[in-house]
């Protein structure tokens, strides 16, 4: 238990590009998740914040350094990990109940205890009177909901999310975030979440994590001491939240333009 839930350690990670040049994502990159800790990961567009996560899942390993998940080198897909996508990785073919209870019969559980277990998570995230809907019948909000459901009924002690709210209207991403933070505060679970929201990330993290541009690496860590647990309609309005936010945006904005500038010069 003394040992991380993440550690990365001087990673670097390169691919061959389509014209046969290689790329650097990211370089001597290093980062520690404790156990039960929410951690979020802010960057410019493009700047490595995805492979992160690719890393820890053991989707794609690097090219020098270490990945270790619960003190071992990671080693392909690992059961103790989930990970939420930003679009919907539902099945459109199934209902929200066969959605939700498919992981653990995949995973062997009988089918009569992962449905009864399935009910019970679907009812958590408020969709009980929903589960025999299909993916199409459903608004944005409430897919993200059985995303959420289908993730936390397999227990992960790892949970990755890669950008999950974006692709929503404010007043629901608001609602989501509580519903997250709600479901994450009756587990144990170690959090990396992924965003382009630096609100967001102040909100929910306990820290904040600024990633260089491409190659990224980590150039500045903030704890983030607001007392939990936290409602998102009022946090952000308290004084303390924006002095933590403007300071970190001081941070990410020179990033920002180092990548926006990079870009264009690619361009041309």
Known sequence: MNTPAIQITDVTRRFLTPDAKFHTAMRDFSLTVER?????????????????????????????????????????????????????????????LDNVCAGPIYRGTPKAEAVAKAREWIARVGLGKFENLYPHQLSGGMRKRVALAQTFINEPEILLLDEPFSALDVQTRTVMQDELLSLWSGTQASVVFVTHDLEEAVALGDKVVVLTASPATVKTIHKIDLPRPRVMSEIRYEPQFIEIARRIWEDLREEVQIGQRSAMADSH
């Open 36 to 96: 039960g800790e929410f951690v979020c990961v802010v960057g410019p567009t493009g700047c490595g914040k995805s492979t992160t996560l690719n890393l820890v899942t053991g989707l794609i390993k690097p090219s020098a350094g270490q990945v270790q998940v619960m003190g071992q080198a990671v080693n392909g897909i690992d059961r103790r990990v989930g990970f939420v996508f930003q679009s919907d990785a539902l099945f459109p073919w199934r209902s929200v």
